[in-house]
């Protein structure tokens, strides 16, 4: 058992059938065989002081040194204990939805009516538009900025609450939010100021990253290298209020060259990396964030197998010399519930995770939770898809889920397992044990979140 001697321990968990500490990563993600090792204790327990773990361990032992003077005790028998979720990829700040579009995907609307050619001529099958079709044609990312600039910062902060209060009922205690549905100076801040303004208030810390190069706005549609400019030079300005900068790099959205032009200022200026690479095609993301040394890059639904094996590389390179002073580790943030939502599914999209980690690839994965490609929040119903459409196994996808996305957003010193001297975010599953979480979806198995040593959610 790991402790820490100290004062009065103010919450005491017991006696839970399985406790998974996704300990011992502290240097970088797990990676290949160790991701299906989840640092399980049977009938274990954890002491908490302040906002810290102070002892992780059997729970014999913690009852014996701890229960009899903590504050609290929480009897977690029949139940698993393990670390809160951290979602590393979500566009959470948003006005309105995109109901229509989604059944302009299925096929309901004849694609007549945005101007589509030939719409009569199409099977039913073939009749649902295409997701980068209803980009081109005006809707998409550039139907949520006309929305989302029009809501003020008061009412984006109170369609975002609820957003996180949802995130924070099914498990998820951190969460990366960027901006990207503003684009223009003032409402890339406005969003980012809400994150700010959230990230304190919230029981969910958030992470927050500028993604002011995801679409080119109305207003530059015949110049998108200016926009490119104006992205270029707005940065000085949110780099106080962002941790990274992103970049949608895909057809109707930014090339590589772009890109890179806008991640290299942004690194100039201290901010850290992320991608958005491969959704659709592949365009060399992948390269590129192992170039830049990106912490992560995100969706990878197309990727070579030679970018792999050079991701691989790097993490193998950085494990043998943990310590010394080498570029770090780009983790690939895969976002099942996308190609699920968009009716790409395993067969024609989703990305190589089985691949990639017996390569040795850093897997995360997330929701990618928007309003237009995956409209959900929930990490639970992730990682069963991660499963399904994926390939992963139960202790992959919980690995992905907790210390690997925590490395993925930086975070891994303070969040992602249950270690002594690390933030005590912790959820109680009304499961005896681990596998019931990805095998019983469509249900929340949280019955309790403590968040920093405070129980959130839960008999309070």
Same mark, same amino acid.
């Given at each position: 058992?790991?402790?820490?001697?100290?004062?009065?321990?103010?919450?005491?968990?017991?006696?839970?059938?399985?406790?998974?500490?996704?300990?011992?990563?502290?240097?970088?993600?797990?990676?290949?065989?160790?991701?299906?090792?989840?640092?399980?204790?049977?009938?274990?327990?954890?002491?908490?002081?302040?906002?810290?773990?102070?002892?992780?361990?059997?729970?014999?032992?913690?009852?014996?040194?701890?229960?009899?003077?903590?504050?609290?005790?929480?009897?977690?028998?029949?139940?698993?204990?393990?670390?809160?979720?951290?979602?590393?990829?979500?566009?959470?700040?948003?006005?309105?939805?995109?109901?229509?579009?989604?059944?302009?995907?299925?096929?309901?609307?004849?694609?007549?009516?945005?101007?589509?050619?030939?719409?009569?001529?199409?099977?039913?099958?073939?009749?649902?538009?295409?997701?980068?079709?209803?980009?081109?044609?005006?809707?998409?990312?550039?139907?949520?900025?006309?929305?989302?600039?029009?809501?003020?910062?008061?009412?984006?902060?109170?369609?975002?609450?609820?957003?996180?209060?949802?995130?924070?009922?099914?498990?998820?205690?951190?969460?990366?939010?960027?901006?990207?549905?503003?684009?223009?100076?003032?409402?890339?801040?406005?969003?980012?100021?809400?994150?700010?303004?959230?990230?304190?208030?919230?029981?969910?810390?958030?992470?927050?990253?500028?993604?002011?190069?995801?679409?080119?706005?109305?207003?530059?549609?015949?110049?998108?290298?200016?926009?490119?400019?104006?992205?270029?030079?707005?940065?000085?300005?949110?780099?106080?209020?962002?941790?990274?900068?992103?970049?949608?790099?895909?057809?109707?959205?930014?090339?590589?060259?772009?890109?890179?032009?806008?991640?290299?200022?942004?690194?100039?200026?201290?901010?850290?990396?992320?991608?958005?690479?491969?959704?659709?095609?592949?365009?060399?993301?992948?390269?590129?964030?192992?170039?830049?040394?990106?912490?992560?890059?995100?969706?990878?639904?197309?990727?070579?197998?030679?970018?792999?094996?050079?991701?691989?590389?790097?993490?193998?390179?950085?494990?043998?010399?943990? /310590? &010394?002073?080498?570029? @770090?580790?780009?983790?690939? $943030? #895969?976002?099942?519930? =996308? *190609?699920?939502?968009? +009716?790409?599914?395993?067969?024609?999209?989703?990305?190589?995770?089985?691949?990639?980690?017996?390569?040795?690839?850093?897997?995360?994965?997330?929701?990618?939770?928007?309003?237009?490609?995956?409209?959900?929040?929930?990490?639970?119903?992730?990682?069963?898809?991660?499963?399904?459409?994926?390939?992963?196994?139960?202790?992959?996808?919980?690995?992905?889920?907790?210390?690997?996305?925590?490395?993925?957003?930086?975070?891994?010193?303070?969040? /992602? &397992?249950?270690?002594? @001297?690390?933030?005590?975010? $912790? #959820?109680?599953?009304? =499961? *005896?044990?681990?596998? +019931?979480?990805?095998?019983?979806?469509?249900?929340?198995?949280?019955?309790?979140?403590?968040?920093?040593?405070?129980?959130?959610?839960?008999?309070?």
């Amino acid at each position: 058992m790991k402790k820490k001697t100290g004062k009065q321990c103010d919450l005491v968990v017991v006696n839970a059938s399985e406790l998974l500490t996704l300990a011992d990563a502290p240097h970088m993600p797990r990676t290949g065989g160790e991701m299906r090792d989840l640092g399980l204790i049977r009938n274990g327990g954890l002491a908490i002081e302040g906002c810290e773990f102070v002892a992780v361990g059997p729970s014999r032992e913690i009852e014996s040194k701890y229960a009899g003077k903590a504050k609290r005790v929480i009897d977690a028998s029949g139940k698993v204990v393990m670390p809160g979720f951290v979602d590393p990829h979500t566009h959470a700040v948003f006005a309105g939805w995109r109901d229509r579009e989604w059944v302009m995907r299925l096929g309901g609307i004849c694609n007549a009516e945005l101007g589509i050619r030939n719409a009569e001529h199409r099977t039913p099958q073939s009749r649902g538009m295409d997701y980068l079709d209803v980009l081109k044609a005006g809707g998409g990312i550039l139907e949520t900025v006309s929305a989302t600039r029009a809501a003020s910062q008061e009412e984006l902060m109170t369609i975002t609450k609820k957003h996180l209060d949802t995130m924070l009922l099914h498990g998820t205690t951190t969460a990366e939010v960027k901006s990207g549905y503003g684009l223009d100076l003032e409402n890339e801040i406005k969003i980012l100021k809400v994150i700010e303004a959230l990230g304190e208030g919230h029981p969910i810390r958030l992470i927050p990253t500028f993604l002011g190069a995801h679409a080119v706005p109305a207003e530059y549609k015949d110049d998108p290298e200016g926009y490119v400019e104006a992205v270029m030079g707005w940065l000085p300005e949110v780099k106080t209020l962002a941790r990274f900068c992103d970049v949608f790099l895909e057809e109707g959205a930014f090339n590589l060259a772009q890109a890179e032009r806008i991640l290299v200022r942004a690194k100039g200026l201290g901010l850290a990396l992320k991608l958005h690479a491969g959704e659709f095609k592949d365009l060399g993301g992948a390269g590129l964030a192992l170039r830049l040394g990106a912490t992560s890059v995100d969706h990878l639904d197309y990727v070579s197998e030679e970018d792999m094996v050079k991701m691989a590389r790097r993490a193998k390179r950085v494990q043998r010399l943990k /310590g &010394s002073k080498v570029q @770090g580790v780009t983790v690939a $943030v #895969l976002l099942p519930g =996308v *190609p699920f939502f968009l +009716r790409r599914g395993s067969a024609s999209g989703g990305a190589s995770a089985r691949v990639m980690i017996d390569l040795g690839v850093p897997v995360a994965i997330g929701t990618d939770f928007n309003p237009g490609t995956c409209p959900t929040p929930n990490m639970q119903l992730i990682m069963t898809l991660a499963c399904l459409e994926l390939g992963m196994t139960p202790e992959e996808v919980i690995s992905a889920a907790t210390i690997n996305a925590a490395h993925a957003l930086g975070y891994a010193h303070r969040v /992602g &397992s249950l270690e002594v @001297g690390k933030r005590a975010d $912790v #959820l109680i599953l009304d =499961v *005896p044990t681990y596998t +019931r979480l990805t095998y019983q979806f469509g249900v929340s198995h949280v019955e309790t979140v403590i968040k920093t040593g405070k129980v959130v959610v839960g008999d309070l």
